[in-house]
């Protein structure tokens, strides 16, 4: 598994913005996709898949709930996946994920796994 860190996350207000980076130091993300995961507070609740950035050049994919607020980018020169998303609202809050599988796209992210700490995500005023 690809070792990633997640950071970029803090307490912000209702409708601000937040970019979260996923990175992977002194490892290449090319080719690779990347996936971005919340996990809501409560702990019954499980991980749910917000986005993801193809490694095969196929479409992105955002969840609904961040349609059209998220947008998801590389740097491949800093091996580092962004999520940017803007007009933030409560049930944002969670902590944020990322995961890296291979050579592939994101039509399923069930077999993403993840290996960092996630970095903390709270919306509220």
């Known amino acids: 598994q690809v070792q990633l860190v997640e950071s970029g996350g803090g307490s912000v207000q209702p409708g601000e913005s937040l970019t979260l980076s996923c990175a992977a130091p002194?490892?290449?993300?090319?080719?690779?996709?990347v996936g971005w995961f919340r996990q809501a507070q409560a702990p019954e609740t499980g991980r749910d898949g917000i986005?993801?950035?193809?490694?095969?050049?196929?479409?992105?994919y955002y969840a609904e709930s961040v349609k059209g607020r998220a947008t998801i980018f590389r740097d491949n020169s800093k091996n580092t996946v962004y999520l940017q998303i803007n007009s933030l609202k409560p049930e944002d809050t969670g902590v944020y994920f990322c995961?890296?599988?291979w050579g592939t796209g994101c039509t399923d992210l069930s077999g993403f796994a993840t290996t960092g700490q996630g970095t903390q995500v709270t919306v509220s005023s």
């Open positions: 986005s993801c950035i193809s490694g095969i050049n196929s479409p992105s």
């Open positions: 002194g490892f290449s993300l090319d080719y690779y996709a």
């Open positions: 995961a890296a599988e």
